[in-house]
């Protein structure tokens, strides 16, 4: 006779379901995403939940990790594949542009439209993403500052508000897709916003 991990029903995909899941959470957030919604759309009972994933805050912080590989991906890969930076952070807002509206999933970025709605029983799953978000700046900036050391930007660009800037688009872009813009639209945003780009010394 065969059997099965106690809670866990034969033919259980761990991939699928994580994939549901951040479906769920993407489009819902975290505190708009029930136990129940989870285990309807993840085909699975609660105990099955439980034992695969552990609770609520843990399948929503793997789902957000697995979001970061995979989904949300094309940031940092624009910018470390492009060796100009001002390439790099075009490029990362063209791609911006086109995965926000991808209609195969939820619009906007889960990492920001997860971020709403929080009560205090939550507020480190809001702590949490709100780091990651600061942590994309952080990440622009070091970028901006060795494009400065380099002579790619001049020496006196900001490069903390000029990070927080592309940051600032890139909320700005994932909001406009939750509320419909199309990819056109927001390619041309991005195109818009490189124009502030600053000099080098040498042009």
Not at 82 to 100: I, K, N, V
Not at 114 to 122: I, R
Not at 161 to 174: K, P, R
Request: glycine share 8%; with cysteine.
């Amino acid at each position: 006779m065969t059997t099965t991990k106690r809670g866990r029903p034969r033919g259980f995909d761990r991939d699928t379901a994580l994939a549901q899941a951040t479906s769920l959470f993407w489009q819902h957030g975290f505190e708009g995403t029930s136990i129940a919604d989870l285990t309807s759309a993840m085909g699975i009972s609660p105990p099955s939940l439980y034992a695969a994933f552990g609770d609520k805050r843990t399948l929503f912080l793997e789902v957000v990790e697995r979001y970061g590989g995979t989904f949300g991906a094309f940031m940092n890969k624009a910018l470390a594949e492009e060796s100009d930076p001002r390439t790099g952070f075009a490029r990362m807002l063209d791609e911006a542009a086109l995965a926000y509206t991808d209609p195969s999933h939820p619009a906007g970025c889960l990492v920001i439209t997860a971020a709403t709605n929080y009560s205090a029983q939550t507020a480190d799953i809001e702590r949490d993403l709100r780091e990651r978000r600061r942590a994309n700046v952080r990440s622009f900036e070091t970028r901006l500052e060795d494009a400065r050391s380099r002579g790619s930007l001049g020496r006196d660009t900001d490069t903390r508000a000029l990070a927080v800037y592309f940051a600032v688009v890139v909320q700005g872009m994932s909001q406009q897709a939750r509320d419909g813009a199309t990819a056109r639209e927001l390619r041309r945003v991005a195109e818009l916003a490189m124009t502030i780009w600053p000099p080098s010394d040498a042009s």
